[in-house]
């Protein structure tokens, strides 16, 4: 049973460049969150996609945007990228008729910014 | 507002039992989890509680849950250096707020062997 992927493991950036990451939820379910971890920090929530669409949004700029395809793998993009983005991001997945919401996490992608 | 708070760090022998708190502030929330995260890894998830629980027992691990006070406790038993890692707890808002775990900044738990 595979459980979340995330691609790439590391990647380094300048600022005002675009980034995207990408994620795979565990088979079996159809929704993905995002979320930013900066060091030292719990994780921050950024956004939800369920069906296509971004279900629930946290307090980050419209610079953070997301897609999600058909067979729910979903990708994260941030654009005119600043120095404190740099952070791990991680991606969780679960099943929306689920109970509990649980949400499983991937390894994260770790983003610097130079 | 929404504020989930630990205690920054805890050390303990191995053998020990350890035990990691948690407060948060939205009495509504359905579920409320801990995550375990280890050095340059994501995050594994532990256990859940309920809000209508008071307890969960699961092998080594105890969850206690005090909603009055909105307390929530980790407990490890016969702690080992393989528990070494930082620990977070993250309460589920009520439905509305689908998806969102609010997360706090984590307690890093150190086992001396």
């Known amino acids: 049973d595979a459980g979340v992927t995330q691609s790439p493991t590391h990647l380094i950036k300048t600022r005002g460049q675009q980034v995207t990451l990408r994620c795979s939820p565990k088979?079996?379910?159809?929704?993905v969150s995002w979320y930013q971890q900066a060091l030292g920090q719990g994780p921050q929530f950024i956004f939800q996609?369920?069906?296509?669409?971004?279900?629930q949004r946290g307090n980050f700029p419209d610079r953070f945007s997301g897609h999600q395809f058909p067979n729910y793998s979903s990708e994260l993009n941030v654009n005119a990228l600043l120095l404190g983005d740099s952070a791990l991001y991680l991606c969780a997945s679960s099943l929306a008729s689920g109970r509990k919401d649980t949400q499983y996490f991937g390894p994260g992608t770790r983003l610097t910014v130079l | 507002g929404e504020d989930v708070e630990q205690s920054l760090f805890l050390s303990v022998r191995e053998g020990d039992s350890s035990v990691i708190n948690c407060t948060y502030t939205?009495?509504?929330?359905?579920?409320l989890y801990w995550y375990k995260q280890e050095p340059g890894a994501g995050l594994q998830l532990l256990t859940y509680?309920?809000?209508?629980?008071d307890m969960k027992q699961d092998q080594r691990l105890t969850v206690l849950l005090n909603k009055k006070d909105k307390h929530l406790s980790l407990r490890i038993a016969d702690t080992q250096t393989g528990d070494s890692a930082i620990y977070f707890c993250?309460?589920?808002?009520?439905?509305?707020?689908?998806?969102?775990?609010?997360f706090g900044q984590g307690t890093t738990l150190q086992v001396k062997p």
């Open positions: 993250a309460e589920h808002p009520p439905p509305g707020n689908t998806g969102k775990l609010i």
């Open positions: 939205d009495s509504s929330s359905t579920y």
């Open positions: 996609y369920y069906e296509e669409e971004e279900r």
């Open positions: 088979s079996g379910h159809d929704t």
């Open positions: 509680i309920f809000s209508n629980m």
